[in-house]
């Protein structure tokens, strides 16, 4: 999966973490280390929206199925991000 800067910041490298593969990322979570903005990936498809183009309804849909997986310094940057 190639990675781009974040939409928003433009920062490279992004953090990718997984939480289902095959054989590439089905589902997971991309973040942006610089403005600590995070990016779902869904069924293989990174979705690099900035802040006014996104689902809020998506997104809390998302953050809720992978709470679990979701490592917790991530979860609390996710949660800054949606609160803000
Ligand atoms: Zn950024």
Not at 55 to 81: G, H, M, S, Y
């Amino acid at each position: 999966m190639d990675l781009l800067a974040c939409p928003v910041c433009k920062a490279h490298p992004l953090e990718l973490y997984s939480f289902r593969e095959s054989r590439e990322i089905e589902e997971g979570v991309i973040i942006c280390p610089k403005c600590s903005r995070w990016y779902p990936v869904l069924v293989g498809v990174p979705h690099m929206l900035p802040d006014e183009m996104r689902d809020k309804n998506q997104d809390l849909t998302f953050l809720e199925k992978w709470r679990e997986k979701i490592p917790l310094n991530v979860l609390k940057r996710c949660e800054w991000a949606m609160h803000s």
